[in-house]
């Protein structure tokens, strides 16, 4: 099993709906991150959280909110999902602050129509 | 802006030689590089780190090279093997109170058997 297990792994999803990418790990890590991922842009910060009770705005959060329901979940909710919200999505985790050493999920891919 | 630029989308090159992967940034502040590999349908996971105080680390097979006058990383593979063959990104950590990560856009190595 994973030990940061991202869900759903795919999802398409109409202009308008409101979407949950949920994220749990088994590391006992505290911060966890959110990534987006588009072709020719790399992998963009959209929220962080360095433990239950902080969370932080990335490079692009507009659009998005979290959630840290607990130390091994931080879940990416899309409010009302627009088209160019498709992306691959990865969460992540580290315990090593300061590295830059983070442990990904395997990816959701969303596709808004 | 891109802050961490990767200029070769991709690269093939024979089993057995020598991969380059090049990098280039634009933030002085930047005092940590990263190098993380990304299998299709996998999250990227990662492969070796330098601090801006050294100019080179070496793990195995792999080396990244820094030069801080030019702002320029490069990871080299040697041998190269087909199971290197992978998306490459390049990473920028900013130590700031975030320890954001910042990557590039990624260049995918093919290794020919």
């Known amino acids: 099993d994973a030990d940061v297990t991202q869900t759903p792994r795919n999802r398409i999803t109409k202009t308008g709906k409101r979407i949950m990418l949920e994220c749990s790990q088994t590391?006992?890590?505290?911060?966890m991150y959110w990534y987006r991922q588009d072709p020719g842009l790399g992998l963009r910060l959209i929220y962080y959280?360095?433990?239950?009770?902080?969370?932080n705005k990335g490079e692009i959060s507009d659009g998005y909110s979290v959630s840290r329901q607990a130390q091994a979940k931080f879940s990416l909710s899309l409010e009302s999902a627009i088209p160019n919200q498709t992306a691959l999505y990865f969460c992540?985790?580290?315990?090593?602050?300061?590295?830059?050493?983070?442990?990904f999920g395997e990816g959701s891919r969303l596709t808004v129509l | 802006d891109q802050q961490v630029k990767q200029n070769s989308p991709s690269l093939s090159v024979q089993e057995g030689r020598i991969s380059i992967l090049n990098c280039d940034y634009t933030?002085?502040?930047?005092?940590?590089f990263l190098w993380y590999k990304k299998y299709p349908a996998e999250g990227p996971t990662f492969l070796i780190s330098?601090?801006?105080?050294?100019d080179k680390n070496e793990d195995g097979r792999f080396t990244v090279f820094l030069n801080k006058s030019a702002k320029h990383l490069s990871l080299h593979i040697v041998p190269s093997q087909p199971g290197d063959s992978a998306v490459y990104f390049c990473?920028?950590?900013?130590?700031?109170?975030?320890?954001?990560?910042?990557f590039g856009t990624g260049t995918r190595l093919t290794v020919i058997p």
């Open positions: 990473a920028a950590l900013d130590q700031t109170g975030a320890n954001n990560l910042f």
């Open positions: 933030n002085s502040m930047f005092d940590y």
């Open positions: 330098i601090s801006s105080i050294k």
């Open positions: 590391k006992g890590h505290d911060r």
């Open positions: 992540a985790t580290t315990d090593r602050a300061g590295t830059g050493e983070l442990f």
């Open positions: 959280s360095f433990d239950v009770k902080d969370i």
